[in-house]
């Protein structure tokens, strides 16, 4: 369950890592775009130059006015001054057969905005008619009369998508991470792993781009047919301008660490599971061996008092062998005792045998002395 968890918790911390970058991102072109929009209404904002279109339709001296612009701001690849109706007035560089033109102006989505609001607004990708043919992106900016608020024509400065790829290029991400960005169909503006130097690449067929239009955000997982891999991509719509973003990255890069603590993980818990296994083992042969150790004391015990006994019972029989021995031994000394009073009676019953046989014999010498009849003598 806690590995279950770990993963979810993983993938949870991969959707909001990568919803703050997209989040970034976003910003990140938001103002990049709010300064070509403010760019573009510094032009309009300089002196004489609403004037001299409303005054007297003098096209090319307001171009006039932003003579030297095109140096300074090396993005701009051409100024367009377009009619209120859309007609190419004034241009420059200038191109020729353009003058006098529509081309297509009317069809653009951000014309029809324009008539509407009265504000700048950003174009999507479109390709450069003159050669070489490139794809640039722009911004349409109102030329408004001061006079009554009416749309008088439209400045359009055209933009290289080099400007864009600059600065993407150096966005800073996780391991593997890129940005791409795209306009309000989503063709793409830039993508690091596509050339759009001479071409339109639509990606709005994508499923991810088309959340992206509609102006959802979020985390999608999709094969990229421009990398040939799966990715994991945060995206997001920069609403004000429809344009959006998206910070991609390899999925297996950005479920490397997670496989990594999902590893960790799994050795940590496999770990603990080993080690409570083997307290389980070591409580389990405790609870045995104290089991076994109070039967051994129960016999111990036992056979203690079954020893205490016995040593009484020895005790005692030691006693009554010593009482007993005693008693032989006060026997055998009396024994001893008479049997020496009855040596000593012996001897003297030898002695006075002999003390008998040496006064028969004195008797008998002296009758033999004294020549008496042998009737006489001691038997």
């Known amino acids: 369950m806690e590995i279950m968890n770990e993963y979810a918790d993983s993938i949870s911390d991969a959707n909001i890592a990568k919803k703050a970058s997209t989040s970034i991102a976003a910003t990140m072109v938001k103002e990049r775009l709010d300064s070509l929009i403010d760019l ?27 003579q030297g612009t095109l140096t300074d701001f090396p993005i701009i690849e051409r100024m367009v001054i377009f009619d209120s109706e859309c007609v190419i007035q004034s241009m420059l560089p200038l191109v020729s057969g353009n003058i006098g033109t529509q ?36 911004v349409a900016v109102p030329i408004v009369s001061h006079k009554n608020q009416n749309l008088l024509g439209i400045l359009f400065l055209l933009i290289k998508l080099d400007s864009f790829t600059e600065w993407a290029r150096r966005f800073e991400g996780n391991e593997g991470e890129y940005l791409s960005i795209f306009d309000q169909k989503g063709q793409i503006v830039f993508h690091p792993y596509v050339d759009l130097s001479e071409k339109i690449i639509d990606a709005s067929n994508l499923l991810v781009v088309q959340k992206m239009k509609s102006g959802e955000s979020g985390v999608e997982i999709f094969n990229s047919p421009y990398t040939q891999q799966e990715e994991v991509a945060g995206y997001r719509k920069i609403s004000k301008y429809g344009w959006g973003v998206m910070v991609t ?37 405790f609870l045995v061996k104290n089991k076994e150790s109070s039967k051994r004391e129960n016999v ?29 031994q006060i026997l055998n000394d009396q024994l001893r005792k008479s049997i020496s009073d009855l040596e000593k009676v012996n001897k003297i019953m030898i002695g006075r045998e002999l003390e008998m046989i040496k006064l028969k014999q004195e008797v008998n010498n002296c009758l033999t002395e004294l020549g008496k009849d042998t009737k006489y003598k001691v038997a």
């Open 40 to 66: 573009g209404v510094s032009f309009t904002g300089r002196p004489n130059f609403v004037s001299s279109i409303e005054e007297g339709q003098h096209w090319n001296e307001a171009m006039d006015i932003l």
């Open 300 to 328: 111990l015990l036992q056979k203690a008092s079954d020893s205490e006994l016995a040593q009484k019972t020895a005790a005692a029989v030691a006693e009554v062998e010593k009482q007993k021995a005693q008693e032989l």
């Open 249 to 285: 990255q390899p999925a297996k890069l950005v479920f490397k660490d997670r496989a990594k603590r999902l590893l960790y993980q799994s050795l940590s818990y496999s770990l603990l599971l080993i080690v409570q296994i083997m307290l389980f083992m070591l409580v389990f042969y």
């Open 103 to 138: 081309r297509g102006c009317k069809e653009r989505e951000w014309y029809a905005l324009m008539k509407k609001d009265l504000k700048p607004h950003i174009a999507g990708v479109v390709l450069r008619t003159s050669k070489p043919v490139i794809a640039m992106t722009g």
